[in-house]
């Protein structure tokens, strides 16, 4: 018994010792495990916080934000596409002018204009269709947000209204132009009747371009019409040339380092015409 007492008390001892190596030992690299663990953690809890701040730094903070950045976007998407748009329109306007300086009501070049206005009609349904075929045509950042915002879809139904009304216009251009084939012969009845229709789908750029070029410029230039003063003809030869120019261009482009719509301006409101004359020169169609 006592021999048994004192052997358990010494085994006890060394049993302690032992667990401790085995613990010493089975723990360091458990710790060392953790402490690479623990190191990776906040290696991943860094890169976290800096892509967060990253992330930050490019979204939209808040609502105020959200709302604000395709904003932006649209408001630059509006400028180009009005733009645009104000040239497409100079052909109107030159057509409105030369049905007064030709008396066109009352003879053939009605039926050239109607043509013309129609050709203005395709252009700006060109566009139409660009905006709602959601076509990034000037790389707008966020483009998927700018065309689901209400501005979007706003401007989208603005134009669309517009060229519904600039399409009743062609239509009672037509009218008018119409009664005007019977003085023709037979051969020119049925060249002018295959154009003079309101499908919008038949190629009649070349035409159109044709009768503006070759006719309707040498005219204005002789200033065969009305009487009129010298600088009011001189406007029209200009807006004649700057139709001719725009009717060539792709429609999200009708600007050039010879053709700048805000000078085209500038000349049709001023009464110099050295100036007018001068920009006519460097169109020169």
């Keep these: 018994m ?21 613990l010493i030992v089975l723990i360091r690299p458990l710790l060392a495990v953790q402490e690479r663990v623990r190191q990776s953690y906040l290696r991943i809890k860094k890169q976290d916080h800096r892509q967060k701040k990253k992330k930050k730094n490019t979204e939209p903070s808040n609502y105020i934000q959200l709302i604000k950045r395709p904003s ?11 733009r645009s748009l104000d040239c497409i329109n100079i052909i109107g306007s030159m057509v409105s002018q030369s049905i007064e300086f030709l008396d066109a009501l009352r003879n053939f070049w009605i039926i050239p204009l109607f043509l013309m206005f129609k050709r203005m ?18 790389n707008i950042e966020n483009w998927k947000e700018v065309c689901n915002s209400r501005d979007y879809l706003l401007f989208l139904s603005k134009i669309k209204s517009d060229n519904r009304i600039v399409r009743d216009e062609m239509k009672l251009l037509l009218e008018n132009s119409l009664p005007k084939t019977k003085c023709l012969d037979k051969v020119k009845r049925e060249r002018v009747l295959y154009f003079l229709n309101d499908n919008l789908e038949a190629n009649i750029k070349q035409v159109c371009l044709s009768y503006m070029r070759d006719q309707l410029l040498i005219l204005v230039r002789q200033r065969k019409g009305i009487n009129k003063r010298p600088i009011e003809w001189l406007k029209l030869q200009l807006c004649v040339q700057a139709s001719i120019f725009v009717a060539q261009q792709p429609v999200l482009v ?17 009464d110099d015409q050295v100036l007018i004359s001068q920009y006519i020169e460097k169109l020169n169609i």
């Design 254 to 270: 009708c600007e050039s380092g010879e053709f700048s719509y805000d000078f085209y301006t500038r000349c049709q409101k001023s």
């Design 72 to 82: 932006t976007q649209i408001d630059i998407l509006q400028r180009k596409y009005t």
């Design 121 to 138: 009609v395709q252009l700006r349904l060109e566009v139409e269709r660009f905006l709602e075929a959601q076509i990034n045509s000037y």
């Design 2 to 22: 006592h021999i048994w007492s004192h052997y358990q008390k010494g085994a006890t001892g060394q049993h302690f010792e032992v667990i401790e190596v085995l």
